[in-house]
């Protein structure tokens, strides 16, 4: 036996007895069956006279073998056999990547191939850490050094970064590939990023939890909708007052709060996105109910619509440009309006974080009362705070309103707010670029990837755990001074 | 006639529900002088500041502010933050109370907000960068420049304020209180968890702060050997009661607070340590300065 003659070979090389090991991956290996058993390996299934017992013992089988192994395996890593373990698994996650591609092989089940890359790569990772670790503990470097170090790396060049992203953005349309699932995606990232960067403002920055900013998105969309098909007001006419009325609504929202710090103020601000929601959904004469809005009005390029037949005396944006007739057209102005849209977003928030308010608001957040002592009015800050995050939310609703012409109080509900502050929390707190990757991830991925739509939750959920175990405080959180004394290249390093 | 002094407290009295922390305690902080507040735990010396800086307000009494600028002050109708901004009264925490995330610097200019805060035109300068909010960020820049190389921590003025060594966060909290220019500066226990050294760096900070900036400036201290070495005048609290004013010289001589401190035997000689940090010889029977 080729494999116990190595497995003994490896042993005397091991800082822990193989038979340790072994049983070890036993146990859990049989903890895992016990767990198992009853939720993977039995299924009800609902026929039309009765309930039936199905078993899936293949799959049961499959999970503890899975969990055996990359037990295992993890502990050989531990043990010392790091650099052989990351080299085999790493050489096969590759193979698999590979054959995904070329098709060579096709496993018995897709779900179950991609879950046994996932494990492989995942073992193959902390392998791959392990040794880093250890390479690092004899150079005698601190261990969080490394991670924090990257952060740093990624946040300055973020700088750098930026005009390539933004330039990037700009000329995305014209891209090859660009075609109208491109676009689409495109916007909704856009969106989140835009609505990420604007609480940015009251979570990472004020430090107020937050979570019913969906509210003041939804005030911006109905309030545009309202103006638009009621007194026929255009899209850049409503859009400041959008704004405004979204603003109030932080406001209205912020006086009650003034208190509440923590818990206290996300269960209250969670109660009030709520309560806008139903709000809408009750009061019929105003909002239509559940039925929603209907016909907003599409924006116009200078007063031009995108239609293929506009009315008696109007000129289309597609025969003033002598062009055809191209649906895609009106997508590509909306994707530039919220890349627009964005970029003031991103400006100003960069911009009032390094001015007085921006200080207050996180001087505020480390201590209340040592700003009360420095004569800092913590009503007006507060308040500036919350109109301002939600000015943009309000901006951001009147856009969501335009591009699909229709909204009901369902587009409105907690998963909003909570995809919202993921985004912002999971991409690190104040981290404008950190936003962006957050809201590529978290919105971009589940629309790339929506063959596996069924696992998605699953996805997100796995990767909210990840992060909260490697990167508590977010993917990119790192705070530079708004203001400096010295220049950071001459200082030394402490 | 002569003028009203800095700070007149006038009966002031707080009672939370059936406890009296404070029991008509009248006193006067004089402009340019050090001014301390000293007695046994529990004494009621922190709600006297909190009174003071608007933390609480007073069930009874009078706080009158006479600022040599010749604006007048009654800090008891007055909101918290109010008192630091009009009044100019400036604070500082038994328990450090930095922006340990800010740098040393923000700190001090976050110290600056209400300044700052107009030169930018309540922010809509500020966005468009015009040259008047650039100015006025360039002189609260070169304030705090100041005050940090007096404090001598000029090369880590970027680092993160929870970062810097115990002392130098107390120094940077005094440092950022004298950021809001005030006319009277109170301090809660500065010197609490110093080692020697710091200490005494705190005196010469606390003396050059009296010196050069001309202010008032009212402590709270524990170190017998801080209280003693600076101050001009020391108002003794004891179960929410004024029980001595006066001199340094007087109260290290005054048999009601020596009992204050040790008890009401008399007989017993002063132990070593405890007569050291009164300033008395260590064999004098109490009772007979």
């Not at chain 1, 009147?398 to 912002?424: D, K, Y």
Request: charged share 15%; aromatic share 10%; hydrophobic share 50%.
């Amino acid at each position: 036996m080729a494999v116990s003659e190595i497995a003994v070979a490896a042993g005397s090389r091991l800082e822990r007895p193989f038979v340790d090991i072994l049983k070890d991956a036993a146990i859990t290996g049989a903890v895992t069956f016990a767990l198992a058993l009853p939720l993977v390996g039995f299924q009800t299934v609902d026929q039309t006279t009765a309930i039936v017992l199905r078993t899936r013992f293949p799959e049961l089988f499959y999970a503890v073998a899975v969990i055996f192994l990359g037990r295992l395996l993890m502990l050989l890593t531990n043990a010392g056999l790091a650099r052989p373990i990351a080299a085999a698994t790493g050489a096969l996650s590759l193979l698999w990547l590979a054959n995904g591609f070329f098709d060579v092989f096709e496993p018995p089940h897709m779900v179950l191939g991609w879950l046994t890359w996932i494990a492989d790569t995942v073992v193959a990772l902390r392998a791959a850490l392990v040794m880093r670790r250890r390479q690092v503990a004899a150079a005698g470097y601190l261990r969080s050094d490394f991670g924090e170090h990257v952060v740093v790396m990624v946040n300055r060049l973020g700088g750098w970064l930026a005009p390539f992203v933004a330039a990037f953005a700009v000329a995305l349309p014209f891209l090859p590939f660009a075609d109208q699932r491109v676009m689409d995606i495109g916007i909704a990232i856009l969106t989140y990023v835009m609505l990420g960067w604007g609480l940015n403002v009251v979570v990472g920055l004020a430090g107020l939890l937050d979570l019913g900013y969906v509210a003041f998105y939804a005030v911006g969309a109905y309030t545009y909708a309202l103006l638009s098909t009621k007194f026929g007001f255009n899209f850049w006419e409503a859009l400041p007052l959008a704004g405004g009325m979204a603003a109030s609504f932080g406001i209205m929202l912020g006086f009650p709060v003034l208190r509440l710090r923590g818990d206290y103020l996300a269960i209250v601000t969670l109660g009030f996105g709520e309560m806008i929601r139903l709000i809408l959904l009750n009061w019929s004469d105003l909002s239509n109910g559940a039925r929603g809005i209907g016909d907003i009005p599409r924006p116009s390029f200078f007063g031009m619509p995108f239609t293929p037949a506009p009315p008696e005396g109007v000129v289309a944006f597609h025969q003033y440009f002598n062009l055809d007739f191209a649906p895609i057209h009106r997508v590509i102005y909306l994707y530039y309006i919220i890349l627009l849209l964005a970029l003031v977003t991103n400006f100003f928030t960069l911009r009032i974080r390094k001015l007085p308010i921006g200080r207050a608001w996180e001087a505020l957040r480390e201590d209340e009362v040592a700003c009360r002592a420095l004569g800092i009015n913590p009503t007006n800050t507060k308040l500036t705070a919350f109109a301002i995050g939600a000015t943009f939310a309000g901006f951001a609703g009147s856009f969501f309103a335009t591009r699909q012409g229709f909204i009901s109080p369902e587009s409105f509900n907690f998963l909003e707010s909570a995809i919202i502050l993921s985004i912002v929390v999971l991409g690190g707190m104040v981290s404008q670029i950190g936003v962006v990757v957050a809201a590529v991830v978290l919105i971009g991925g589940p629309e790339w990837f929506r063959d596996l739509s069924a696992y998605r939750m699953l996805a997100f959920g796995a990767l909210m755990v990840a992060i909260m175990v490697w990167r508590p405080q977010g993917l990119l959180a790192h705070r530079e001074p708004t203001v400096r004394l010295n220049d950071p290249k001459r200082a030394k390093p402490s | 006639m002569t003028a009203p002094p800095l700070l007149r407290v006038e009966h002031l009295t707080m009672r939370f529900g059936g406890l009296l922390a404070v029991d008509d305690v009248s006193f006067d902080a004089a402009d340019r002088q050090i001014t301390a507040i000293i007695g046994p735990n529990g004494a009621g010396k922190t709600t006297v500041f909190n009174c003071l800086t608007g933390f609480y307000k007073p069930t009874v009494g009078r706080l009158a502010l006479n600022s040599s600028e010749g604006s007048e002050h009654f800090l008891e109708r007055m909101d918290g933050f109010r008192i630091a901004q009009h009044a100019r009264v400036a604070r500082t925490f038994q328990n450090i109370r930095l922006f340990p995330r800010m740098s040393a610097l923000e700190n001090l200019l976050v110290a600056q907000h209400n300044r700052l805060m107009r030169a930018s035109g309540y922010t809509a300068f500020g966005l468009f960068g015009l040259p008047v909010y650039r100015h006025a960020q360039a002189h609260a820049v070169e304030r705090a420049r100041y005050w940090l190389d007096r404090i001598g921590i000029t090369a880590r003025a970027d680092d993160n304020a929870g970062t810097l060594p115990y002392g130098d966060q107390r120094r940077l909290e005094v440092v950022r209180a004298m950021c809001t220019e005030p006319v009277l500066l109170c301090l809660d226990e500065p010197a609490a968890g110093l080692n020697n050294r710091e200490s005494a760096e705190l005196n010469e900070l606390l003396l050059f702060i009296r010196d050069e900036h001309k202010i008032g400036v009212l402590l709270i201290e524990h170190d017998m050997n801080v209280v003693m070495k600076i101050s001009d005048y020391i108002v003794v609290l004891d179960h929410g009661r004024r029980i001595s004013a006066g001199t340094p010289e007087q109260i290290r001589n005054d048999p009601a607070v020596i009992r204050a401190y040790l008890g009401e035997e008399v007989d017993e000689a002063l132990p070593a340590e405890v007569a050291r940090d009164l300033g008395v010889p260590a064999t004098a029977p109490r009772g007979q300065p």
